[in-house]
């Protein structure tokens, strides 16, 4: 009998052994939930092509078509990823509407002898929980920001929280993207849907009486935008703000963003934007120095000229009550213990 999903939770430890998502290749590039494997028994052009003859020829002819393609691409599968998959497999099979293509695909695995399932309403019934978790409902548990200037290894104490077993939500490793120009993780980032799945998959596994720590960000992360259940909380929550010395902070960004470093054009495209904030000369300067690979010098400009302004300015108006956290260094054994003390104070 296919699964009906009640609520995010019930993904959260499901009773199978793995998840699978039938539908194209590009379906499953823009959103999926959150650790399921892509096993598309179409292409992306197969796909298109059977649709096509669904609507402009015959659904008979393309109904034999689609098995044909189904059944070779489905031997793929068994020969190739399910090769090593056990008698006891329990797998759980979902595609957009819980129809036909996770039907042919469950109904291939159990002749096998497997326990597969499907998802009642497929893909679309677990994107309306996402939807309603993170636009129409209240975020299950109080959240704390943790605040600071750029560079005082505020997704370092993140980690450490977590470490520590203590409730987390890293925006940013959802996002793929560090929050600033000089961001980006990669060449791109996950799409809106995407990113969303993983938020509400992380909000779904919160108890509800213990709060959970997300670094202060703005209403968006790199392209991205915060739903609006966590972004209100945000805006709401209690902040922390970390201060630490700027040689530390200089140390602990050129450690953080080795990609810029790395590549030169990159760096000098994004230096290349901060034009319209302080001018072509004061870009050519940071430009010498990127050149002359001073990045030391020219992280503790960037701090100090662009980064600093621009966060005292944003933290007075958002956040003039935070609680200053002050940190003699950005050691790993200074965070561990500050988190420790971030924790104790929940009691």
């Avoid at 609507?55 to 691409?73: C, M």
């Avoid at 309603?132 to 975020?139: F, S, T, W």
């Avoid at 943790?146 to 077993?165: N, P, S, V």
């Amino acid at each position: 009998m296919p699964l009906a999903l009640t609520q995010l939770s019930d993904l959260a430890t499901p009773p199978f052994d793995e998840i699978i998502d039938v539908r194209s290749p590009a379906e499953y590039a823009e959103d999926h939930i959150p650790g399921a494997i892509s096993l598309p028994p179409l292409s992306n052009a197969e796909r298109a092509r059977v649709g096509t003859i669904y609507v402009q020829e015959d659904p008979f002819k393309a109904r034999k078509i689609g098995a044909a393609l189904v059944s070779r691409n489905m031997a793929a599968h068994l020969e190739g990823p399910l090769s090593d998959r056990a008698g006891g497999w329990k797998p759980l099979v979902y595609c957009w509407r819980g129809g036909q293509r996770s039907g042919s695909v469950a109904i291939i695995l159990k002749q096998i002898g497997w326990r597969a399932d499907t998802v009642d309403g497929g893909y679309q019934s677990y994107r309306r929980m996402v939807s309603r978790a993170l636009y129409d409902a209240a975020i299950p548990c109080p959240v704390v920001v943790i605040d600071g200037g750029t560079g005082t290894a505020k997704t370092r104490l993140l980690a450490h929280l977590a470490e520590q077993g203590a409730q987390v939500l890293d925006l940013e490793a959802m996002a793929e993207h560090r929050g600033s120009l000089f961001g980006p993780m990669g060449d791109s980032q996950p799409s809106q849907k995407a990113f969303e799945s993983r938020l509400a998959m992380g909000m779904a596994k919160l108890t509800p009486n213990r709060p959970v720590y997300v670094e202060a960000e703005s209403s968006k992360i790199g392209r991205l935008i915060i739903p609006p259940v966590l972004w209100q909380a945000m805006i709401a929550a209690p902040n922390l703000r970390l201060t630490a010395p700027l040689a530390a902070r200089t140390d602990h960004l050129m450690t953080a963003y080795p990609d810029m470093r790395a590549d030169v054009d990159k760096l000098d495209a994004v230096l290349s934007q901060l034009t319209r904030y302080h001018g072509h000369e004061k870009i050519t300067a940071w430009r010498a120095l990127a050149g002359a690979r001073d990045y030391a010098k020219l992280t503790t400009q960037l701090i100090e000229t662009h980064y600093d302004p621009r966060y005292a300015r944003i933290s007075r108006a958002h956040a003039p009550d935070a609680q200053p956290i002050d940190l003699i260094d950005l050691s790993e054994d200074t965070l561990a213990q500050t988190a420790a003390h971030i924790i104790a104070s929940e009691q």
